[in-house]
């Protein structure tokens, strides 16, 4: 075979989605639609206000707020250098791809004159805001400024200066090297740290205490995909930002999100509560665990065992069968909470039985961060598996400050979206595929404009329509409305526009109607306000 003929038969490259990444398609998305448009309706009922944070934040901002050493941030964080300036970057390049600057004098000569533009491009770039005027900025470019100065005196015809001149000029790669010629970036893994930030950013403290706000949207993990988790995934959220740690804001928090799932119809929810104490109690609490883990350290797992000194917390989340006898007989944080939080556990509890909410407590659901404190909760639903956590939160009163913002309470949750709509679909929840209200199916030119007009009232009228762009004969229009799972047939023919009187066909039971164009609009105006069935 010819070269040209193998590239004539050569195949464009088929595209697919990214692996944990997936297309969200009709008609499944009418059941996103649906979730989403019920968190919009209960939140506002609750006085809540949605916010939009970015998808992308300072990779810091998440560093600091869903910490350093957690696996989220360590591991699964998409993080980039946004290289905001190019001219920058590309002169930073330059230096750092230089083979040999002290070759010979043209070369050193050139490389001089890259070195000061630079200098003048990064102090330009910091001076309009371009680049972060940071601490560690500022002193990379006066070491650079200083050794590019020394470099001047140096010549290549002596040896000792020629010398000075490598030496500097390795300084200087390593200087160019480390220098932030952008900002470093990362797609959220949640959004918590980012309404926290809005709150800083926009002075929202002096706004009526507290400020709730709620969230949807997506979230970025590059974790190990299974069912129900993606690397691309969508929370729905909610923050309680400012005044007071009063228990009854938790318990509104929880019912809030519980009515949300009953509005759902969301099966086999289960509420699971406790508290982990302040800055006061939790500190004894832990040294106490770990003590106990210490006496047992022998008969666990690597994992737990490096947990012990890391974060004894974590131990008791571990799901290995070998350890939970052992974890059975661990101490009880609320047996070990101060008088302070002991008291207001008693009322998050009380809280929630005077607004009906069923809870069950569970000792073992802790946070690990050292800015959770008191209330915690985790909501359960069937149809998972044993990952069957369908939202988490709880109280976080050090976070806005660890951020940089004034001493602020705070609680909240985060419904992972992919799992509640996967629990809705497999307890027979999730809403029927939606098909039209009506298909158009007309003959002849004159009523197709009939039928365009017809539509377009329709439509006005709150009606979802299908209108084919081309005549179809009779039978195949009422297969291609049965295929798309249409209601009615509204059949038009020169009769139907000549006569003023219009076919309406019932796709379930095959019966049919001769309408006005106003005595349409009135029946299916029944139809959807759920009234019997009347004849002209």
Known sequence: MSEGAAKKEEKPRKFQAIRGTRDLLPPETALWNRVEQTAHEVFGTFGFGEIRPPIFESTDLFARAVGGETDIVSKEMYSFVDNAVPRVSSLGNAITDWPDPTRDDNEFSAYKNTISAFIEAYQRAIAEDELHPSSANKSILQDIRDRFDALGGCSLQNAQSKQLAVQLVRAIYLAVRIAELGDYLSLRPEATASVCRAYIEHNMQ????????????????????????????????????????????????????MTFFERLELQGVQLDINSIGCRDCRPKYVELLRAELMKVKDKLGPDSQRRIETNPLRVLDSKLESEQGIIATLPHIADHLCEDCAKHYAEVKHQLQLRGVMYRENWRLVRGLDYYMRTTFEITAQGLGSQNAVCGGGRYDGLVELLGGPPTKGIGFAIGEDRLILSLQESGKASAPQGRDIYIAWMGEKAHATAVRAAKDLRKAGFSVELPPVEQKFGKALGQADKLGARFALILGDNEVASGEWTLKTLADGSQRKLTEPQLLDFLGGQKAGSPQVGP
Request: glycine share 10%; charged share 25%.
């Open 206 to 257: 002096q706004l009526p205490q507290p400020v709730k706000l709620y969230y949807l949207g997506p979230m970025f993990r590059r974790e190990r995909p299974q069912k129900g988790r993606y690397r691309q995934f969508y929370q729905i959220g909610a923050e309680v930002l400012g005044g007071s740690d009063a228990p009854a804001i938790d318990a509104e928090v929880i019912e809030m999100v």
